[in-house]
């Protein structure tokens, strides 16, 4: 175990716990023998016992649970989150999908009990796109930093299984300081990593967007295994699938619980109608919303909210997507009754105002969206121009219109650009919008193709 997966008490933690165990109606021994832990473990957070290396995370959160308090009600904040050591690749998605991040307690309270009543096990969290399923994986990594994650992008090409279990293993070694393991296999490295675990300690491994898996060979999807280890979950997310689809079979012996976000619609609505009322007090965005609701009729925030949440149909993108464009200005001549509804609706709404329907047809922008969609990694202006034989500068115009729709790679001699989610690609492959841009998919992918054999990098 590493130093950094135990923690103190601070002097608040140290009264506040002692003031929920009473309040409680429950003993020192009651406590611990509810909470999995040592006597001697919870004398060392009451600071009546040495603690001189520390008390293990879990142990903390066992008795946060059994308490209904806050692991960092017994820590300080700080410590409790002290600067993480993310996988790189994965770092900046993490901060991204993590900002503004609110709700979805519902979601973390289910993990919570999942873990608590039982030994191992898979827990699948399914949603339409749109619905938050990265940002919850992002929030759990983030909130808990001793989770292995991995997280698939499609559009980056970071969703093969060779590469996941690469990823995976580099974490675990990392973690648990394995060694002899630089070819194993997942399950040889579970095993493994288990015999490191502590007593209550788990290991848990997050997994975003099963969908995205690019895997040809049969079996299940990143080859997870039918079993696993005793304190050994995964967390998985993925869109929702048929029956006959189904890529993931486990032993009728390990634990499985599904989480599925399009029934929890009470829920969803108010996590819905917090993120709103985050961004009208976030600096970045209050002053254009509110100048925005202030040229309506006598719309009042709370009005503002409830419409908003309506027409998101519980959907976070469109969030995301359409109250920052509230207040960039781009609706300065729409009433709130004539926003788009929903993500699709929101996207159709956008393609319109860029002109993409006009006629005659703009086929050369047109054909920019589509060459980026057939990408299949971040590219440069300079690059889109190339695939696209459009001149740079027509590039940058597309750029510039679908800004919002664009995640920029500035890590790189000259930025890239990639769409930021997956769902726009969903929305441009509809056949209604491909006959209408009059394009053909096939030829387009055909001479993406084409120019990547002629040796053109990103």
């Not at 001697?40 to 059994?66: F, M, S, Y």
């Not at 050591?85 to 307690?105: D, V």
């Not at 090409?157 to 002899?180: C, H, S, V, W, Y």
């Not at 980026?372 to 190339?386: D, H, N, P, Q, W």
Request: aromatic share 10%; proline share 4%; glycine share 4%.
């Amino acid at each position: 175990m590493r130093e950094s997966d135990k923690v103190r008490s601070s002097e608040e933690g140290k009264a506040r716990l002692k003031q929920a165990y009473k309040e409680a109606g429950l003993t020192q021994e009651e406590l611990a023998q509810q909470a999995i832990v040592s006597v001697d473990t919870l004398k060392r957070l009451l600071g009546t016992k040495d603690c001189p290396n520390g008390v293990e995370r879990q142990a903390v959160k066992n008795i946060a649970k059994i308490l209904k308090i806050d692991p960092t009600d017994i820590v300080d904040v700080k410590d409790w989150y002290p600067q993480r050591q993310l996988p790189a690749e994965f770092e900046r998605l993490i901060y991204e999908k993590t900002q503004l991040f609110c709700g979805r307690k519902f979601v973390f309270d289910a993990i919570e009990d999942f873990l608590q009543n039982n030994p191992n096990g898979y827990f699948t969290i399914i949603g339409d796109a749109g619905m938050g399923k990265s940002a919850i994986s992002a929030k759990y990594v983030f909130d808990n930093p001793e989770t292995i994650c991995f997280f698939n992008i499609r559009a980056e090409g970071t969703n093969r299984p060779e590469l996941f279990l690469k990823k995976i293993r580099q974490q675990l070694i990392a973690r648990f300081q394995l060694t002899d393991v630089a070819d194993a296999y997942l399950s040889t490295l579970l095993t493994k990593a288990k015999e490191k675990l502590s007593t209550g300690e788990r290991l848990i491994i997050v997994v975003d967007a099963l969908d995205e898996v690019d895997q040809e060979a049969a079996g299940n999807l990143l080859y997870l295994p039918t079993t696993l280890p005793d304190g050994v979950y995964f967390i998985l997310t993925r869109r929702p699938y048929n029956q006959n689809e189904k890529m993931l079979n486990i032993s009728p012996n390990i634990p499985t619980q599904k989480l599925d976000l399009r029934e929890k619609v009470q829920e969803s609505i108010q996590d819905v109608k917090e993120y709103i009322c985050q961004s009208l007090n976030d600096d970045k965005y209050k002053q254009g919303l509110n100048q925005w609701i202030q040229k309506q009729n006598h719309i009042s925030n709370d009005e503002f909210v409830n419409k908003i949440a309506t027409k998101s149909e519980n959907n976070f993108m469109y969030l995301r997507c359409i109250l920052p464009a509230i207040a960039d200005s781009y609706y300065n001549d729409k009433p709130l009754d004539e926003l788009p509804v929903g993500l699709q609706g929101y996207y159709e709404n956008h393609w319109h105002i860029m002109g993409m329907t006009a006629k005659p047809l703009p086929k050369n922008k047109i054909k920019i969206v589509y060459v980026m969609c057939a990408l299949r990694s971040a590219a440069s202006r300079g690059v889109i121009a190339k695939y696209s034989k459009q001149s740079e500068l027509t590039v940058q115009e597309v750029l510039d219109g679908w800004a919002q729709f664009l995640q920029k790679q500035e890590s790189y001699q000259a930025p890239r650009y990639r769409f930021y989610h997956e769902s726009f690609r969903d929305f441009l492959h509809r056949r209604e919008i491909v006959q209408a841009a009059g394009v053909n998919l096939h030829d387009i992918s055909a001479e993406v193709a084409n120019n990547m054999t002629e040796g053109l990098i990103l």
